[in-house]
Every structure is written in C-alpha cells, then in structure tokens.
C-alpha cells in the first residue's frame, strides 16, 4: 500500500514538473503570435521548483516582453508608411517587464554547474536584446512625464541610467556612452521625476546615488544643483541632522554658492550655535567680499545681540563700505544707534543728578542723530524700488517716525518731518 502510494506520488511529482517545462515550450511557440497567451502560460514555470531556477525560463519570460516592446515599436517606426501607430502603452509595458527577468536569467546562468564551470548561454542574446533596447527607457520616461505620472516616468529614467552599470556589461561595455550630456540629463530627469512624484526616500537614494559618482559637465545642471536638492529633501522630511550635515559638505565643496553656507548659518543661529555662524559667516565674506550685504549685516546683527555695539558698527560700516545700498546694513546701523539711544535714554531716566542728566541727554540725542542718515536713506530705497513693498516702507516710517519723536523730546527741532510722516503713515 505505501509503495503504491510513493509510486503515485512521485509519479504526480514527476507529471507536474514535466507540464512545466511543457508550458515553457507552449509558451516559446505562443509568442510568435500571442503574447498574450505567451505571458499566461510562462507565469507557472517561473514559481515552480523545478524550472524556477532555470535560465532559459527567465529568458524566454525576458523575450515574450521584449516581443511585445518590438511589436509596437515596429508599427511606431512604419507610421509614416501604414498611417497607424502602435500601442504606445503596450509598447512601455513590454520595455519594462522584460528588464528583471532579463536580469534574473543572467544572474542563474552565471551559477556554476556541478563541475565548478559557468556556462552562461543566455548572456549573449540578453545583452545584444537590453542593449538594442537602451535608448527607449528614454522615451518611455518621456511619455509617462507627459502623462503626469512622474513615478512611472522616474522607473524608466532610473533603468536608462543603471542599465549601463549592470554586472552583465562588465566585460562588454560598448555601445553606451555614460560621459556624454544626454547620459547626464536622463539621471537629473530620474531625480526631478521622483521629487515631483513626491517620493522622498527614492529621491534621496538618487541624489545619494549621483553625488556619488563623478560629475560630468553638462547644460542641464550644475555639480551643485543636486547637492542643494539633497538638503532640499532633507528638510523636507525632518532630517535635521542629515541636512546640516549636507549643508556643511556643500559649504565646503561649493564654497562661493549662495545657499549651503547661509543655511548652515542659519541652522548654527537657530541652534544658539553663535561661534560656529561666526566662523561660517567669515568664510563667506572672504569668499564674496563685494557681495556679502547680506552676509555682514547677519554678523553685525549677533554681536548686536550680545549688545557688543562697537563690533556690530564696524561691521555694518563695512557692509555699507562693500555697498552703499545694502538695505540691511542700512537699516540695521540706524537700529544699532536707535538701541543705544534708547539705553542712554533710559539710564538718563534713572539718575537724579542733573549735569550727569543733562550729559546723558545730549549723548541720546547725538545717537538718534547718527541714526537719521540712515534710516531716511532706507527709507528713500525702499520708495524708489520699481515695485514698492508697503508694509517694508511703513516699518521704516514708523522707525523715523520713533526717531523724530524722541529727538523733539530732547529740544531738537524735528516737528516738520515727524508732521509728514504721521500724515503719510495716516493714508
């Protein structure tokens, strides 16, 4: 009785394993008519044990795509000669699907036989095949864009862009060209496509990825570009120590660029981090002295905080020295003198000797006075601008405004100019 039933059982073992490798078969003889058909009846052969591990299997499941690919590809390219095109979705479809059993047939035909030999016959035909086939990942990338399915159009990109460094072309290189402008616009394309599908992590791994290896000159992008769009993502998903860490590389590496070493300084601002934004902050400057408005009135404005006013003055002189516009030095010197008027005022209000009064009086006045030139030079830039912010001139007023007050409190005649700008900040 056990004897019966272990002979029926290997019997069933031995049929099923045997209608697999039929299937492989029907399936080889459906494609040339059928894809269709030809996908269906591949599909078991690929989960079976017994051909599961069988290079030509995944082949033949690489070829039926790649037939259906070719198909369309072949009416697209006798449109002009039929007047009917393909189906460009079927088109991609088969492009896409052939790539991983492609793959997979190559990696089981470099397994050795049982004599320690590799005997890879599917190589060959898989690179002439993927290699024939290259340059309409491009295309494939292009036509989902334009459907505005940004992560289908990242898939085809990305495959365009790894497909060259693929362990099968080790030994046959030829044929791609990974240095030319094309090569490095299809990997930017990879990257902003993934960004605008809002896939963080596979964004990251592509600009991870790009930095990574060495950057070819191009008109698409510059070396920089995909250093900030990694901080960008960074930021984007609370990856704070991430970020820092790219905006110190950046800073770095780029160091006349305009968005590593300002953010860096930001982030050491908001961390309390003042030493290192100094640092920063000096680097920058050295980097771009004739440029650096910006850049100095940051550092005037933390020893400002410190209430270190010597420091902070000679700073905001020298961004006004570097540019006579610069708005922040501007704005922010008249403040600096606003601020120590405002201590000698008070200090002032705390005496009751009336020399030491009367002294304190005439240093307050002498500050607002430095303040004035200015703060009404602010004042006259931000009006004279061809598309005047209101809100930015009316806190200039006001600060005027504050100025002309306090300065006719201490008998210095500004009733004019305070009348103007009460009626103007009226309007």
């Not at 992560?151 to 990305?158: N, Q, T």
């Not at 704070?240 to 860096?264: M, W």
Request: net charge negative; aromatic share 10%; charged share 30%.
């Amino acid at each position: 009785m056990k004897r019966t039933l272990l002979v029926v059982s290997l019997c069933l073992v031995a049929g099923f394993s045997f209608a697999q490798k039929k299937a492989v078969k029907e399936a080889k003889a459906a494609m040339k008519s059928n894809v269709a058909e030809a996908r269906e009846l591949i599909k078991p052969a690929l989960t079976d044990a017994e051909t599961m591990n069988d290079p030509d299997a995944w082949k033949l499941a690489g070829d039926i795509e790649y037939k259906a690919f070719d198909d369309e590809r072949s009416k697209e390219q006798l449109k002009e000669v039929t007047g009917k095109g393909g189906d460009e979705e079927a088109m991609y479809v088969g492009l896409f699907n052939m790539y991983d059993p492609y793959i997979k047939a190559d990696e089981l035909g470099q397994v050795p036989d049982e004599k320690g030999k590799v005997k890879n016959k599917v190589r060959k035909d898989i690179i002439r095949t993927l290699k024939d086939a290259h340059p309409f990942y491009i295309n494939g990338g292009v036509y989902y864009n334009d459907k505005k399915d940004f992560a289908k159009a990242a898939d085809f990109f990305e495959r365009y862009w790894e497909l060259p460094g693929l362990e099968i072309f080790k030994e046959d290189p030829s044929g791609f060209n990974t240095s030319d402008s094309i090569f490095q616009t299809i990997k930017y394309y990879a990257i902003i496509s993934a960004i605008q599908a809002q896939d963080h992590p596979r964004s990251i791994r592509l600009l991870k990825k790009i930095n990574a290896e060495p950057y070819v000159a191009n008109s698409t992008y510059k070396e920089s570009d995909t250093y900030e769009l990694l901080a960008s993502e960074y930021q984007t998903v609370g990856d704070s120590i991430a970020f820092v860490a790219i905006l110190r590389e950046g800073a770095q590496k780029f160091p006349t660029n305009q968005y590593f070493t300002p953010n860096l300084i930001n982030e050491f601002i908001k961390a309390g981090k003042t030493n290192e934004a100094m640092d920063y902050l000096d680097q920058a400057i050295a980097n771009a002295p004739t440029t650096s408005c910006d850049l100095y009135s940051v550092k005037a404005s933390l020893y400002a905080e410190k209430k270190d006013y010597v420091k902070a003055g000679e700073v905001y002189d020298a961004a006004i020295k570097a540019d006579p516009n610069c708005e922040r030095a501007l704005e922010g010197l008249g403040v600096l003198y606003v601020l120590q008027a405002q201590d000698l005022k008070e200090k002032a209000g705390q005496t009751t000797n009336r020399k030491e009064q009367s002294e304190l009086d005439k240093q307050t006045a002498d500050m607002y006075q430095k303040a004035l030139p200015y703060l009404e030079k602010y004042r006259d830039i931000l009006k004279g601008k061809a598309e005047p912010d209101k809100l930015d001139i009316k806190q200039a007023l006001m600060k005027l405004q504050n100025v002309y007050y306090n300065l006719s409190l201490l008998n210095v005649d500004k009733s004019k100019e305070l009348d103007l700008i009460d009626k103007e900040l009226a309007q």
